[in-house]
């Protein structure tokens, strides 16, 4: 499966993985230009979000707000398949003080909580937390023009995103805890029409670990699989962008710019 719209030369894949790089933010340029994955580390260091947000201070700041948040499998982190057909996920509406204490007990029992808030657009739901988050970090600027789903907030504790692919760029900026990111070039789609865990598919792919204070620059139309470990409150921000010209063919629709992708394995699933 292909992501929609991306130019031809972007398939050409390495015959094997490359790292992905550490990189300051005069190099990152060169990066979004050849599509190609970045780690900022301590990029947002001194982000607003990565000194205030805890549990704690983001039940404070939201009382009385209430979340639509992902039902999770607490024994394998992957969201709970869901009741309805053609939905992806099995969603429940809570407080966000309910959300926040759901995972300070995840983070007790060091196990992982039955709930992700993910995709939270910070502007529509949680205003305050999008205060916190201006003015954007620096490198965003750099990766293009943000769009209007930006900033999206994502809180959990050993929570699994299966494997996907987004058609816009995304700066993935982790405030709290940490993040695993495994990541497969476009090209390599056809060696992901299986299980990605293993075979072929994890030869292919980079893993990337990401701390409090990281950025990472993820290209459109890459594949990746995020994961947080267990007993630990994972708080990250995704800035997504329109990728800039002649990255995607010519007839390209702007409608398309928030489509994803889904692999077979992932169960259609997405984040």
């Known amino acids: 499966m292909r992501c929609v719209g991306l130019a031809a030369p972007f398939f050409e894949a390495p015959v094997t993985p490359q790292a992905v790089p550490d990189v ?10 050849a599509n190609s994955p970045a780690i900022l580390r301590g990029h947002v260091d001194g982000w607003a ?36 057909p053609g939905e992806k996920y099995e969603w429940l509406t809570v407080t966000v003080s309910t959300a926040m204490a759901t995972l300070q007990d995840a ?8 709930m992700y808030a993910a995709q939270l657009q910070l502007r529509h739901v949680m205003p305050d937390l999008a205060r916190d ?21 994502y809180f959990g504790v050993g929570s699994r995103t299966p494997l996907h692919w987004d058609a816009p760029e995304n700066l993935l900026c982790v405030v709290r805890g940490r993040k695993e990111v495994t990541l497969w070039h476009p090209g390599h789609g056809d060696a992901l ?3 990605p865990g293993g075979g072929r598919a994890a ?3 980079s893993g990337v670990v990401l701390s409090a ?18 007993g630990e ?8 962008a329109e990728p800039p010209p002649g990255k995607h063919k010519e007839d390209y629709s702007a409608d398309e710019i928030g489509c994803k992708g889904h692999g077979p394995a992932a169960g259609g699933a997405a984040g």
């Open 133 to 153: 988050a201006r003015p954007p970090p620096a490198a965003i600027t750099v990766v293009g023009s943000v769009s209007r789903t930006s900033p999206a907030a």
């Open 107 to 114: 983070v007790r029992t060091g196990g992982r909580s039955g």
């Open 193 to 195: 029409q299986g299980a």
């Open 24 to 33: 300051s933010l005069e190099e990152l340029p060169a990066y979004v230009r």
């Open 49 to 84: 979000p990565c000194s205030l947000w805890s549990t704690d201070y983001i039940a404070a700041e939201c009382t009385g707000q209430s979340v639509r948040v992902r039902l999770m499998d607490t024994i394998t982190g992957l969201p709970v398949s869901p009741r309805l």
């Open 203 to 205: 030869m292919l792919g």
């Open 213 to 230: 204070g990281d950025a990472l620059y993820v290209p459109s139309c890459w594949w990746h699989e995020v994961s947080s470990p267990c």
């Open 233 to 240: 409150v994972c708080m990250s921000v995704s800035y997504w």
